[in-house]
Each structure stands twice: as C-alpha cells, then as structure tokens.
C-alpha cells in the first residue's frame, strides 16, 4: 500500500453515462495529480493539482472534470466519454519542494476505465 | 510532454542474471526518478537521483546518472521472477514529472 487510494478499480461505461472516480492520499502530501496510461503509451499528465489550486490542465478534453475539495481528495468527473478514453486513470501525490521542484510521486492503483 | 526515453522497450532475461536499461532525456532536469509497474498496477517509486548526484544504490538497484550526456541507467542485480515489471524513468524539471514508455522486464524462472 503506498498510502494513496482510488475508488472504483474497475468501471465500464457507456458513452451517454456520467461517472466520478475517487482519490484519496493518507499522505499529508500538498500536491495531486490524474494520468492516464493507454497501452504501449507513456503517462500522459492529466491535471495537477498544487495546494488545491489547479496548476495544470494539460489540453484535456472538457469531458474530463477535475475537482480537488481538499488537499487529501481528488476527483475526476466524467461525462460523454468516448471510446478512445478506456484506459488505466492513476492518480499521484506528492510534496512539492519550496524550490517547487517534484518529488517522489505516490500513486493509486489506478481504475481501469472501459467506454463502450 | 514526454522527456525521458527507455531502451530496449523489452529485455528478457533468465533468473540470476543482471537486467540493464538505459534513459535519455532532452532538456535539463532537478532529479531523475525510476518507476517498476506491475501489470496494470499503480507505479512504485524505486529510486530517486538529483543532479548532482552520479550514482545511487538499494539494495539491488544501481542508478547513474550522466548529466553532460542526459541519460541514465538501471541495473538490477541477480535478478528474481519477481522483478519481471514495467520500468519508467521520470525526469523533473519543476512540479511534474515527465515519463518515458517504459521497459518491459521478464524474468525468466
């Protein structure tokens, strides 16, 4: 266990559906972020999330909502998914040095996402 | 965008045996991490080199770290069926992290 959880593991959804995945990090960390992982693709970053203010948004389609209520949980919304979506979403945290340089990044399990 | 690039994408190797594997990144880095997935598992942190550092050990993991040539390699030693995993090397620049595709590691019993 490394400290940081991801609710559900595994979810199948239509492309009408709307569906929240859920991290939690027991860490005490002041920053959290979303990757997705597609087969033979590197991690792509997601969003960051930054003492809870959203610092990065990486061209993520508007179908993918992030929210970040409090620095121990992250949120990522999903509605109108398309297929070319199903992949593993990883959620990371860590503590950002002052200099602001990353860390060691803890991550969830991951949910693996099917759109069908 | 992906900064550090794995090679090979795939080594095979029988138990017992070392397993070597090599990043290359683009542009100037504060540390330079190394990654292990398990099949569609969440990533495992396995090492982390600042760049002022040439070469870290645990246990049986040896990392360099070549900051004129921008590259670094892992070394598992004695390798075990256990070790069989994907491995990542990250590079950070600021608050993100920047990841390769990986090498997929079998160990072969």
């Known amino acids: 266990e490394t400290g940081v959880t991801q609710t559900p593991r595994h979810l199948v959804m239509g492309m009408t559906n709307k569906k929240s995945l859920k991290c939690e990090q027991h860490?005490?960390?002041?920053?959290m972020y979303w990757y997705k992982q597609s087969a033979k693709k590197p991690l792509e970053l997601m969003f960051v999330?930054?003492?809870?203010?959203?610092?990065e948004n990486n061209s993520v389609p508007s179908r993918f909502s992030p929210e970040c209520p409090n620095s121990s949980h992250l949120f990522l919304h999903l509605h109108t998914l398309q297929p070319e979506d199903s992949a593993l979403y990883l959620c990371a945290s860590s503590q950002v040095s002052v200099a602001g340089s990353a860390e060691t990044q803890y991550f969830g399990p991951g949910t693996r996402l099917l759109v069908l | 965008s992906q900064q550090g690039e794995e090679d090979p994408q795939a080594l095979s190797i029988q138990e017992g045996e070392n397993a070597t594997m090599n990043c290359s990144y683009k542009?100037?880095?504060?540390?330079l991490q190394w990654y292990r997935q398990n099949s569609g598992r969440g990533l495992v942190h396995l090492i982390l080199i600042r760049s002022n550092e040439r070469e870290k050990h645990s246990g049986r993991l040896r990392v360099t770290l070549d900051t004129s040539k921008k590259s670094s390699s892992l070394l598992i030693t004695a390798s075990r069926a256990a070790d069989t995993a994907s491995y990542f090397c990250?590079?950070?620049?600021?608050?993100?992290?920047?990841f390769g595709a990986g090498t997929t590691v079998t160990v072969r019993a």
């Open positions: 542009t100037s880095i504060n540390n």
């Open positions: 999330y930054n003492f809870k203010e959203q610092t």
């Open positions: 990250a590079t950070a620049n600021d608050y993100k992290l920047s």
């Open positions: 860490l005490g960390h002041n920053a």
